[in-house]
């Protein structure tokens, strides 16, 4: 089998150390593996398959003979590195926002849109999702294709390590302050995240909403290929170390039961279904950490409306929502593509 050269910008964060255990885990076929950071992280090691790799410094020549490379440094250094490896001839996966909305750059969730992916050659970049969106659409498409959504409407309970290994940090030194009966250090976000909710996920916009939200909007009808898709999101983030949990709402086209919605989801890709209520059984963040499903339950007929459905959707954010997206993402275009 063919083997690729492959790299990792953002190799010793939340999500680039989730992307090698993740190619490690699943035998993607690499060939030789380069770690990319920053200066910060120069001279570090990090293991893939029992080996120690260096981790080398980002720079312009990072992408010489390289053929994939997973981007999750951030979106600005997307922004400037993308474009140079995808001339150097390398297909990027990219994690960031920078490309997502860009009608060039293909955004892929494997089991929604693989079809999607072929367009990579217009810029030699594919755009993963926002993980929020990523379980969102996952759960959603498979309803879609059988009653026709017309509405979303989105709560998120959002894990910290979305924010990366300083929240990741920050929450457990809160907690741990907070518990000895110290005073907790803010830092990461605007607010003390233990033992509280923030209703602030990203920058505030002009129209009220927050950047992720608007990303929930945006994304969910580009991958669904439907702008008829009304969706409002309200993002939220928990002290909770790893999983996003969301109650959705819908509102179809198409009068569906609870008992078909659950048919549907117990026969769709990528979703497990969970949902016993007899038995206080439904998705919790804790059971869906490490795994790669995006689990649901709750489902009930909304008794409000004529068509309506609830459910409650949780996934590992750094695994589907970010990670093992983009290496599904890899394995398709290596079947596929390259
Ligand atoms: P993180 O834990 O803070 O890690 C950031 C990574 O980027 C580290 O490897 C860091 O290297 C590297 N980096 C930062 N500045 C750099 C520079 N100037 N040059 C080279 N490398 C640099 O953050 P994370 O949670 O892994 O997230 C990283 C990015 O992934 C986010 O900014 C976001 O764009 C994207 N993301 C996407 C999703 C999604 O929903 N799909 C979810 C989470 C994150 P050092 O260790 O050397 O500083
Ligand atoms: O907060 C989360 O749970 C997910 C965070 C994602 C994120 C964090 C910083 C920058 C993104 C993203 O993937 O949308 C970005 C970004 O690239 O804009």
Known sequence: MRKYN??????????????????????FPVNELTLLAS??????????????????????????????????????????????????????????????MDPDVPLVVPEVNPGAIGQYRKKGIIANPNCSTIQMVVALKPIHDTAKIKRIVVSTY????GTGKDAIEELSKQTSALLN???????????????????QIDVFLDNGYTKEEMKM????????EDDSIAVTATTVRVPVFYSHSESVNIETERKITREEVK???????????????GKSEYPLAIDAAGRDDTFVGRIREDESIANGINMWIVSDNLRKGAALNTIQIAEVLIREYL
């Open 6 to 27: 492959v790299a990792v910008v953002g190799a010793t964060g939340a999500v680039g150390s989730e992307m090698i255990n993740i190619l490690e885990e699943r035998d």
């Open 39 to 100: 200066e910060r992280s120069w001279g570090k090691e990090l293991e893939f398959k029992g080996e120690p790799y260096p981790v080398k410094v980002l720079d312009e020549n990072s992408f010489e003979g390289i053929e994939i490379g997973l981007f999750s440094a951030g979106g600005s250094i997307s922004e400037r590195f993308a474009p140079i490896a995808a001339q150097a001839g390398c297909v990027v996966i990219d994690n960031t926002s920078a490309f997502r």
């Open 158 to 161: 959002q894990a910290v390590s």
């Open 181 to 199: 009966l110290e005073e907790p250090k803010v830092e990461v976000y605007p607010h003390r995240i233990a033992f509280n909710c923030l209703p």
């Open 217 to 224: 909007v945006n994304e969910t009808r580009k991958i669904m």
């Open 263 to 277: 048919d549907i989801l117990s026969r769709a890709p990528g979703v497990t279904v969970v949902d016993n209520p």
